[in-house]
């Protein structure tokens, strides 16, 4: 490969909105098997919605979303940003907030410890709340458990979108012989059913953000060298782990400097391009 050839390659990316790190990164491209990508924000638009509120005994529906709401106005994950969105009045105050990755956050509201999580971070879930959960699952939905103190109070039921042209890309990537897999820290039922949805078989759910990393790794031992597709702050130490990291434009920077492809447009079929426009550079200059 002479660099001359490679850095055309890199050049012709730009115009197609794709950046590409360096010649290396043509040269990773070619020899990737797999191509693991994260569920929201990458195959989905990541733009959650509140479709469901279900109340535990004393409180309302109101109730739970404005102590959700309050608890979460300081988080940027996609879920705390719908729950704000779906509550019409102004937040509470919040005396403290916490942020715990890939399990929800944690917050004092007008001296009350408000907590919005995971359904299985939530010991002794009573069974009107066990049910919306179930529910909102088997619905391919991703539920959060809000507590007040020690005691579960309601169930948040969001929705996500599947982006237009998912499906179309997954079934490029299978036709350059690359098998996704869809990687999460969701539920599995939800990534399931955004799996069957655009036409992946393999799916890798309940991921938390420090297991990305050893999911990657698992990929490399059992198919080779791995691709991994990401946006968020959680994604950025699988990208680097991955043979060849892309990045979402849209996403956070720590995922765009990991990475060793960035796409400009929150598409992934600009990485199908990505991955086109690498073989056909290395096949130009043979
Ligand atoms: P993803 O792969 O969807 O980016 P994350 O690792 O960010 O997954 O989150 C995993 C799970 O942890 C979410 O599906 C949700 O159940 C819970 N979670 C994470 N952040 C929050 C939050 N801010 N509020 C409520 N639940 C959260
Ligand atoms: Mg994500």
């Known amino acids: 490969a002479t660099p001359t050839a490679l850095l055309v390659g890199t050049g012709r990316g730009a115009s197609l909105g794709v950046i590409i790190a360096g010649p290396d990164v043509l040269e990773r491209a070619k020899s990737v098997r797999v191509i693991a990508v994260d569920k929201t924000g990458t195959v989905t638009t990541g733009e959650l919605q509140v479709v469901g509120v279900t109340a535990g005994g004393g409180v309302t529906e109101a109730d739970v979303l404005g102590w959700a709401a309050a608890a979460e106005a300081s988080s940027e994950h996609p879920l705390a940003q719908a729950i704000v969105a779906a509550h019409p009045d102004a937040p509470r105050p919040v005396d403290s907030f916490e942020n715990v990755p890939g399990?929800?956050?944690?917050?004092v509201v007008d001296g009350v410890a408000v907590r919005v999580s995971r359904p299985d971070a939530v010991a002794d879930l009573p069974t009107d709340l066990l049910q919306a959960v179930d529910a909102s699952q088997a619905r391919g939905q991703t539920a959060v458990v809000v507590s007040r103190g020690a005691a579960p109070i309601g169930v948040v039921s969001l929705a996500?979108?599947?982006?237009p042209t998912s499906r179309d890309a997954i079934a490029r990537f299978a036709e350059l012989g690359l098998t996704p897999v869809l990687l999460t820290g969701d539920n599995e039922r939800a990534a399931r059913a955004v799996a069957d949805s655009v036409g992946i078989s393999q799916v890798m759910a309940n991921v938390r953000p420090d297991g990305k990393v050893a999911a990657i790794r698992a990929l490399q031992e059992t198919h080779g060298r791995v691709a991994m597709v990401g946006d968020g702050v959680n994604d950025a130490a699988a990208l680097a782990?991955?043979?060849?990291?892309?990045?979402?434009?849209s996403g956070t920077d720590a995922a765009k400097e990991a990475a060793g492809i960035v796409v400009m447009r929150p598409d992934l079929m600009l990485v199908v391009d990505a991955l086109r426009l690498s073989r056909s550079t290395l096949r130009t200059i043979r």
């Open 103 to 107: 399990e929800g956050v944690r917050a």
């Open 160 to 163: 996500d979108t599947v982006k």
């Open 241 to 249: 782990a991955a043979d060849l990291g892309i990045a979402m434009g």
